[in-house]
């Protein structure tokens, strides 16, 4: 089962802040566990809002863009990683060993062809571009 555990943003985060050089050694430790243990899909941290922005839908093909930053932090997402575990169980044990001093990290499963049961018909066709995208990736 692949899951996202989501980083949420602080206002350090949407500062621009830098992560200190202890901070990237301990959080580079942690990948190399994630990888060690071969449970790490990606990750990768985001920058603050204010270098990025949101696609508002209005209908068919009306669409509007707001720029950064946004104010709601508690809302916004400062990382991620994707990871393939056993359980739900096993990604709560991988968020607690986040070495976070402070923060909070969601978990959320990633939705596979089974969680959408006889009604999901191009399993197919949805595994097709999954292995075009894993060849064009390849290093």
């Known amino acids: 089962m692949r899951f996202m555990m989501i980083v949420k943003a602080s206002e350090e985060s949407e500062s621009g802040a830098v992560p200190s050089e202890?901070?990237?050694?301990?959080?580079?430790?942690?990948?190399?566990?994630?990888?060690?243990a071969g449970v790490m899909l990606d990750?990768?941290?985001l920058l603050e809002t204010a270098k990025g922005a949101k696609v508002q839908y209005h209908g068919k093909g009306k669409t509007t863009v707001v720029d950064g930053?946004?104010?709601e932090t508690k809302e916004l997402i400062a990382g991620y990683w994707i990871i393939d575990v056993k359980s739900k169980d096993e990604a709560i044990e991988w968020a607690r060993r986040i070495p976070f001093a402070e923060g909070e990290v969601e978990i959320r499963k990633v939705a596979e062809a089974e969680d959408f049961g006889d009604s999901y018909?191009?399993?197919?066709a949805e595994d097709k571009l999954r292995e075009k995208i894993a060849e064009q990736h390849k290093s």
């Open 22 to 36: 202890q901070e990237l050694a301990e959080m580079g430790r942690y990948n190399e566990e994630l990888v060690k």
């Open 43 to 45: 990750g990768n941290g």
């Open 69 to 71: 930053p946004f104010t």
């Open 121 to 124: 018909t191009p399993k197919e």
